[in-house]
């Protein structure tokens, strides 16, 4: 691997096999002020996004030793939350849907401008700052995350156990669609959970989050699963 330093800069893991793009994309990346590190092997690319240590991964799909998409797949399995950014020749609409269902934030076709490649991972970075703290903000809702308390448009929303894992899930991957299997997953856990589980409790965080409000933010992706966002 190669890495580029700077102390105070965030960390960027590129895994991308095309020699003369990574160092170009690496040169973009470090000019900005990120410290990145690369690697052009799927497998060593999948061991160092699984540590969980980088602050965002971009990811080429066709790799050798495995493929952008199963490290993704196996990110989002070891409950790795980092940002992804695919960004590969393979921009056909399956492809990128495959790529936004297993867990990618962004997905940015080749050949691409260099504003638009740093604009991207400005705005995924900012996002998951964002994210991090104790308290996130969507819109009008708000989660306080130590307290497990949610308001919206100031007023307390009373949620089950269950209900709040389900909303902070959705909203630490804000704008991102969650499958129902993912859902399940990452919120029931090791718990039992039938079929029809996550609809059910959707429903149910809809009448307490939505439906006293104009304003929608739990969203359905028809055939895929559900996804929060601010904007429809």
């Not at 991964?57 to 989002?76: K, S, T, W, Y």
């Not at 990618?104 to 705005?123: G, H, Q």
């Not at 919206?152 to 299997?181: H, I, M, P």
């Amino acid at each position: 691997m190669a890495r580029v330093h700077s102390e105070s800069a965030m960390n960027i893991l590129l895994v991308e096999d095309e020699r003369p793009l990574a160092l170009a994309v690496n040169r973009i990346l470090s000019q900005s002020g990120w410290n990145v590190t690369w690697t052009a092997d799927g497998t060593r690319g999948y061991e160092a996004a699984k540590t969980g240590d980088y602050d965002l991964v971009i990811l080429d799909v066709l790799l050798p030793g495995m493929n952008g998409f199963d490290i993704l797949a196996g990110m989002r399995a070891a409950r790795v939350n980092v940002p992804v950014l695919m960004l590969t020749a393979m921009d056909e609409v399956n492809d990128k849907v495959k790529g936004l269902n297993l867990g990618a934030d962004d997905y940015l076709p080749k050949p691409f401008e260099t504003p638009e490649l740093v604009a991207r991972v400005n705005a995924l970075l900012r996002r998951d700052k964002a994210h991090k703290g104790q308290t996130v903000r969507i819109a009008d809702l708000v989660i306080d995350r130590q307290a497990r308390q949610v308001t919206r448009a100031g007023n307390v929303v009373n949620l089950t156990r269950r209900e709040y894992d389900l909303l902070e899930a959705l909203a630490l991957n804000e704008g991102r669609v969650l499958s129902r299997e993912t859902i399940q997953e990452r919120v029931w856990s090791e718990d039992e959970a039938y079929s029809n589980t996550v609809d059910v409790f959707i429903g149910t965080l809809r009448k307490k989050i939505d439906a006293p409000h104009e304003r929608k933010l739990i969203h359905t992706a028809v055939g895929f699963g559900y996804v929060l966002r601010a904007v429809e």
